[in-house]
């Protein structure tokens, strides 16, 4: 079964920037999209971005939309989650998943979600 894990988390300061991995263990070419989602404590799953791995479209939510930047790199299985100018209502842990052929923002049709990596931004 195909496995995502996340990585690339950790304790930061208000301004800072982190950027996130997801791996994926099997060769991207089988994968639709790949998309990255947050809970932060006491808080609904947020979708943040996602991205078609063949073409490179992205999608973004509003909330996100200047501020974080998906991409890839397929010789790696990797897709990555650029975050800039971090603030304190980031702080979450941070999901990525397999998504289906169209880009969406539905948690529920993604699949194989990964572990998750803790991101703590401080004030």
């Known amino acids: 079964q195909m496995q995502l894990a996340e990585s690339g988390g950790g304790l930061v300061q208000t301004g800072d920037s982190l950027r996130l991995a997801c791996v994926i263990s099997?060769?991207?070419?089988?994968?639709?999209?790949v998309g990255w989602f947050r809970r932060a404590p006491g808080k609904r799953r947020e979708f943040l971005a996602a991205?078609?791995?063949?073409?490179?479209?992205?999608y973004y939510a509003d909330s996100v939309k200047g501020r974080f930047t998906i991409s890839k790199d397929n010789s790696m299985n990797t897709v990555y989650l650029q975050m800039n100018n971090l603030r304190p209502e980031d702080t979450a842990v941070y999901y990525c998943?397999?998504?289906?052929?169209?880009?969406?923002?539905?948690?529920?049709?993604?699949?194989?979600w990964g572990q998750g990596t803790q991101v703590t931004i401080s004030s």
């Open positions: 998943a397999e998504g289906p052929s169209k880009l969406t923002s539905m948690a529920g049709q993604y699949q194989n």
């Open positions: 099997e060769q991207t070419y089988t994968v639709y999209t």
């Open positions: 991205i078609t791995v063949t073409t490179g479209t992205r």
